[in-house]
């Protein structure tokens, strides 16, 4: 007869960082410390703040019961881009203390215990180190150990200020599970399902036969079964830590003229572009952080139509420093800055979106007139500026002025504009679209027989036909109508009297053979385009 020994659970220790989305905010700046603090969902407090807390407010709380409760609430939106970035520094931390880290999501990671408990002694002298390297980035941090990953996590939640460590003997974790609601699974529909059943607590749910849970509640219920009855079947698979492709240059002490910075950050851009090219690798999409003396940073994505050089690249830190608002200049020639009031002490180079160099390669003969556009508008852009050299992108609107865009050269459009585009805008003009749109509305008038400003009635009609056209604005200038259309009326953010707008449009052929656009106020005529 054979025996066979079944395999002893696999001990995990899982780091959990509370609040992390908010922990990420304050590390980004998007929200300042010691302050009413929270991170909203899709209008719901998805973290919050010690200082929030302690004011009445909680996780799920809509936001406008949350300032109601504690009305110096300050609030950013949830960015789960923005938890990822500033969870990369805390993983590397631990990776240094204890390798083979896998990051559940952006706050919670898990490492294989055994390892760490041989090499530091002990499972609890595994955690302290977990904790240590926390600390030394200023985070908070908790740990839990337990036979499964979900175990550990639970573990981990249950911990204090006052013991950040929970270790749970082996073969202790269903015991120690068994009192959580079902809701802890992360099923929403299943916890009200078994709750509905009269099922509430995980001891309960565990205590259910396998066979009958895979017939009831098939493939997803059998594994939120194992995870009740502490046999999670996910084991931990430590990431493969990526290459670091950013680059950062520190001064100390800090620089206070653009052209001494561009000059020192000429050797941190040629190993950034380096670096990336040794992977095979171009940047397409450049994020920039400054960070002055007083610890205030400045943070930009910029594009590149083609990629980036590291030329471009210091060319990008200068625009961005010379784009903020001035607050403070130090000397002649000095950095104006807005939020940052002091010299700069360091900048980072951080690749967010990369290409295959082998899609970004140089034709046999060249690239012709198009590498010779690119070099000659980012010339000028050196020369004048960002801001000088700019091209024409379709956004969304009803009006034609709202649908035209510039943006610089080389820069990607806002985030949300391709989805701005789609979107039906009732009272804009159907395709075809005029070919020539005015940077400003002209004034102009249209005259009925009687010479008398053409007007609408309350029911939206013509009180009189057209008969003279006047370009601009004078009436002895006048031309013909020879045909017309119209008025399609265009109320737009009637609820706001800032941006309220109550027009009616009009189109006509004057005795010249031109067509317009009009447009018609509460007052007065305007032309908004032309028809080339």
Known sequence: MMLFQLEAPERTLVTWFPDWPLVAARLADALPPGVPAAVIAKGVIAACSAEARAEGVVRGLRLREAQTRCPELVVCAVDPVRDSREFEPVVSSLEERTPGVEVLRPGLCAIRAKGAARYYGGEEAAAGAVLESADRLAVEARVGIADSVFAAEQAARSTSEL????????????????????????????????????????????????????????????????????QDPRKVIPRTPPRKLDQQAEFEPGMDRVDQLAFQLRATADTFVGDLQTEGLVCTELRVLITDEAGS????????????????????????????????????????????????????????????????????????????????????????????????????????????????????????????????????????????????????????????????????????????????????????????????????????????????????????????????????????????
């Open 163 to 230: 013991s950040a460590v929970f270790v749970l003997p082996p073969g202790s974790s269903r015991d120690f599970l068994a009192p959580f609601p079902v809701e802890v699974l992360g099923q929403p529909k299943l916890a009200s399902l078994l709750k509905r059943l009269g099922i509430l607590t995980l001891g309960e749910f565990a205590n259910l036969p396998a066979a009958d849970v895979r017939a009831r509640f098939g493939a997803a219920g059998i594994t939120a079964h194992s995870l009740a009855s502490g």
């Open 297 to 532: 940073r400045s943070e930009r994505t910029w594009g590149h139509p083609r990629h980036f050089t590291a030329s471009d690249v210091v060319d990008r830190v200068r625009w961005q420093l010379q784009s903020q608002p001035p607050a403070a200049t130090s000397g002649a020639g000095g950095v104006s800055r807005g939020g940052l009031s002091s010299p700069v002490t360091r900048v980072e180079f951080v690749p967010v979106r990369v290409d295959s160099i082998a899609h970004h390669g140089r034709a046999l003969f060249g690239d012709g007139a198009e590498e010779q556009i690119h070099h000659g508008l980012s010339r000028i852009q050196s020369m004048l500026g960002h801001e000088a050299v700019v091209v024409p992108a379709i956004s969304g609107g009803r009006l034609l002025g709202e649908r035209r865009r510039l943006v610089p050269w080389g820069d990607a459009l806002p985030t949300g504009t391709a989805a701005l585009v789609t979107r039906p805008w009732p009272g804009r003009i159907p395709d075809p679209q005029p070919a020539t749109v005015f940077a400003s509305l002209i004034p102009v008038l249209l005259l009925d027989a009687n010479k008398e400003k053409v007007r609408t009635d309350h029911r939206g009609g013509l009180v009189a036909p057209p008969m003279w056209f006047c370009p601009g604005g004078d009436p002895a200038r006048r031309r013909l109508v020879a045909q017309w259309a119209g008025p399609w009326p265009l109320r737009q953010r009637w609820w706001d009297a800032d941006h309220r707008l109550e027009a009616d449009r009009f189109q006509l052929v004057d005795g010249n053979g031109e067509a317009w656009l009009l447009l018609l106020d509460e007052q007065n005529w305007w032309a908004e385009a032309r028809y080339d």
